[in-house]
């Protein structure tokens, strides 16, 4: 017991440091990407939106308080408690996460949200609970060496009497009084001091939410011609399906779906059955070696958009496709295509002489870049947790043909009768030298969409 009581205090500065250490790395990343992570707690779909944006602007300064706390000493307990409290409310989210088959990244250390990988929670369930573990060894034995709490505390001691005060009554009670005494003036010492950091951590966390909302904020223009934030790039005149498609150019699920449903949506549109709205998304941005495809590639969508909507369904068909006999989309961690062979995309997609210029000129100062931001942000609230996401009619199908198809007729039984446009459709085509309309789409119609944006 004796051996125990002297090496306690300083396992609890091991402890003690670990733990702080943890909690400010953890908020590093999140303070780093405030979009990024409100993102990533929207991703559990357990939040409503209010909550999901207090969380995301404000647990990472909650995390940042914790743990210089901790690293100082000072408040070892309060700390501690919070840190149990946090680390049972993750253990939560992530076993409902589990539970539900959602595929997300924790987000734990910033970063997160879903992903088209297969995911395990184990590692981070457990390491958690190792967390919690070490934050109730504090909440036990909050008093360790070399902090603040030790020195404040210097001063509470009290010296032991000797053996001849402690005969007389009076002696024993001079120094049981003297004993209450320090006992009140740390209670009260601690009481104050805990309730004042307790406020200014309530306080730094509110501004912080405020500063971090004010740093999510897109900047740049969100405009564009052919594109909004809410509809995305619509193509098809409106039609009774309205087919709400989220994608990822660098998403291996999105391409799987496009190669076997990608004629099968055109021809959908062409013969006014549907009107499919394209939300681009960035969110694998990182699975292309720091080439950052996933936004340059929308961005690059987007800029084929201006010049037209059916040149934009070329470029995406494209994107989706093969060119010079290749497949464009990257492999998985891989290099992201060049700017350059973005623009030459553009260029196989049938971008006329006179806009090669603007479109060139649009991928390379990723002109879009704002909208492309302002895409994936709104996907995110409108609960999209992975790609691709299909919605008809606002309800969400499996990303097969024969689930498109089914969807697809249940509302044009219901809805209004197809009304097809004369104009020619555009090439639903994944090779790069297709410019003209497609052999099955002319079969399926001999009248195609006007292009409509909203």
């Known amino acids: 017991m004796i051996l125990w009581n002297r ?9 003690r440091l670990g733990l702080g250490v943890v909690w400010i790395v953890a908020a590093w990343d999140k303070l780093r990407a405030p979009r990024t992570f409100v993102q990533a707690v929207r991703a559990y779909d357990a939040t409503p939106e209010w909550l999901s944006k207090a969380i995301g602007y404000g647990l990472p ?6 743990g210089v706390l901790l690293v100082v000493g000072l408040c070892t307990r309060i700390a501690a408690a919070v840190s149990g409290v946090l680390f049972v409310v993750f253990l939560i989210g992530l076993a409902q996460a589990a539970a539900r088959g959602l595929q997300l990244e924790c987000g734990c250390f910033g970063g997160g949200g879903a992903t088209d990988q297969s995911t395990t929670y184990t590692l ?22 070399i902090s603040a709490d030790e020195f404040v505390a210097r001063h509470d001691e009290v010296e032991a009497p000797s053996a001849k005060r402690m005969r007389t009554d009076k002696g024993r009670a001079k120094y049981n009084a003297m004993l209450e005494q320090r006992r009140k003036a740390a209670r009260s010492r601690n ?28 900047e740049g223009s969100l405009t564009a011609k052919n594109a909004t934030v809410k509809n ?32 099968t949506v055109d021809a959908a549109v062409v013969a006014n059955r549907a009107q499919v709205r394209f939300h681009i998304m ?40 093969t060119y010079q006999g290749k497949q464009v989309q990257p492999a998985e961690g891989s290099k ?18 006179s806009d090669e210029s603007t479109f060139e000129s649009c991928v390379l100062s990723e002109q879009h870049k704002a909208l492309v931001e302002a895409l994936n942000d709104q996907a995110s609230k409108d609960g999209v947790t992975g790609t691709p996401t ?65």
Do not use: M
């Open 336 to 353: 992201g295509r060049t700017d350059k062979q973005l623009i030459a995309y553009g260029k196989a997609a049938g971008i006329p002489s």
């Open 61 to 66: 300064v909650l995390e940042l308080c914790v």
């Open 7 to 15: 090496i306690r205090p300083w396992l609890g500065l091991v402890v």
């Open 282 to 321: 960035n969110f694998l941005d990182s699975s292309s070696d720091g080439n950052r495809y996933s936004s340059r590639a929308a961005n690059a969508a987007l800029c084929a958009s201006d010049v037209s909507v059916d040149l934009f369904v070329k470029y995406h068909n494209i994107l989706y496709g």
């Open 124 to 145: 981070d369930i457990l390491r958690d609970v190792g967390l919690l573990i070490l934050a109730v060894f504090l909440v036990l034995w909050p008093l360790t060496r």
């Open 390 to 454: 299909i919605k008809i009619n606002g309800k969400s199908i499996s990303p097969t043909t024969a689930a498109f198809t089914k969807a697809v007729d249940a509302a044009v039984a219901k809805g209004p009768k197809p009304s097809p446009s004369p104009t020619p459709s555009p090439s639903s085509s994944t090779s790069p030298a297709a410019t003209t309309s497609t052999k099955a789409a002319a079969k399926t119609s001999a009248a195609a969409p006007t292009s409509a944006g909203t």
């Open 191 to 218: 009481l104050w001091l805990n309730s004042s950091l307790a406020a200014v951590v309530v306080l730094i966390s509110v501004v912080g939410i405020g500063v971090q909302a004010n740093r999510a904020k897109i």
């Open 232 to 263: 995305g790039v619509v193509y098809g005149k409106k039609a009774a399906a309205t087919v709400d498609l989220f994608e990822d150019f660098q998403c291996p699920n999105c391409l799987n779906f496009e190669k076997q449903a990608q004629k």
